[in-house]
Nanobody, 118 residues
Framework: QVQVVESGGGLVQTGGSLRLSCAPSGSGFSINAMGWYRQAPGKQRELVAAITSGGRTNYADSVNGRFTISRDNAKNTVYLEMSRLKPEDTAVYYC????????????WGQGTQVTVSS
């Protein structure tokens, strides 16, 4: 069983920065893509950023240029550096890990709250 543990959320003022991190526990699998999604109250969950095992990245238009996703393959950890935060970035952020163990599986973290005050 794979568990995904996130950390790094919190309260920050407009224009501030935060860093989220996420790592899956367990063994016997390889990690393909890792990504961050967010869900604001009353809205659907949306992709924020994703990174493949080869390092290719993909960003939502709303965060492109402000957020940076990276991964440390040796630590099986993915990071989301968020800068120039805006109130509309306020949401619960979820880490997604896509692993391969005979077939692909998606695992989700429990979510971490990011609140940007105006």
């Amino acid at each position: 069983q794979v568990q995904v543990v996130e950390s790094g959320g919190g309260l920050v003022q407009t224009g501030g920065s935060l860093r989220l991190s996420c790592a899956p526990s367990g063994s016997g699998f390889s990690i393909n893509a890792m990504g961050w999604y967010r869900q604001a109250p009353g809205k659907q969950r949306e992709l924020v950023a994703a990174i493949t095992s080869g390092g290719r990245t993909n960003y939502a238009d709303s965060v492109n240029g402000r957020f940076t996703i990276s991964r440390d393959n040796a630590k099986n950890t993915v990071y989301l550096e968020m800068s120039r935060l805006k109130p509309e970035d306020t949401a619960v952020y979820y880490c997604n890990v896509r692993v391969w163990k005979w077939k692909e599986y998606d695992y989700w973290g429990q979510g971490t709250q990011v609140t940007v005050s105006s």
